[in-house]
Every structure is written in C-alpha cells, then in structure tokens.
Nanobody, 123 residues
Framework: VQLQASGGGLVQTGDSLRLSCAAS????????LGWFRQAPGKEREFVAA????????DYSDSLKDRFTISRDNAKNMVYLQMSSLKPEDTAVYYC?????????????????WGQGTLVTVSS
C-alpha cells in the first residue's frame, strides 16, 4: 500500500484544516487507515482511524471533539478534518495503513506509512 498525505500548512489558532491521504496499490477492503501525528521531541501519537469496510471509526479521546476522519471509497482517499486548531496541534501528520479490520492505536501495528504533512498552528 502506498500512501500520500497532503493538506498541511500554516494556520492560526481556531482555524480548520483538512488533510488528505491518497491510498493505492492494494484493495483497501481488508485494511484500517489511520492518522498519527508527531510533534518535535515527542512520540508519535494516534489521532484517528477508520476501518475501510463499514467505515467504523475510532479517535483519540482528547481529539474526538475537534477531529473527524472520513474516507471516500471511490477515490481511495482518507481525510482528517481538523477544527478549532490549537498551537499544541502543531505536528507532522502521517497517514498509515494496517492489514486487518481491528482498529488499534499503537503505531507499531501499522505496516505502511505515508511521508507526513506538516501542520503548524500559530498563536
């Protein structure tokens, strides 16, 4: 599975931003697609994930009120809609794919990774 994340940029506190992840190379029916982020000096953390079949979703408890994951089956795209952005949301955001339908939050369980897209939220 090849993943290409895009949509990052510099925004202000309170703004919204949508990240996109283009997936290719395999049928995604047996995969979970996830978003993770990594801020400077911090570990990579789970943001959200979606099971391709059935669009079952899971979120980080601390982000679920502001972030929404979705997918476009026809386009093989996964999106992360982020709202009410805060400076602490500044990070490189990665999309990742995991074979199997169980959603997990451990980044080590995801076999495929995109290159990341930088989101910077200014105060």
């Amino acid at each position: 599975v090849q993943l290409q994340a895009s949509g990052g940029g510099l925004v202000q506190t309170g703004d919204s931003l949508r990240l996109s992840c283009a997936a290719s190379g395999r049928t995604l029916a047996a995969y979970v697609l996830g978003w993770f982020r990594q801020a400077p000096g911090k570990e990579r953390e789970f943001v959200a994930a979606i099971r391709w079949i059935g669009a079952i979703k899971d979120y980080s408890d601390s982000l679920k009120d502001r972030f929404t994951i979705s997918r476009d089956n026809a386009k093989n795209m996964v999106y992360l809609q982020m709202s009410s952005l805060k400076p602490e949301d500044t990070a490189v955001y990665y999309c990742a794919a995991k074979y199997g339908v169980g959603i997990v939050k451990d980044p080590a369980k995801y076999e495929y990774w995109g290159q990341g897209t930088l989101v910077t939220v200014s105060s």
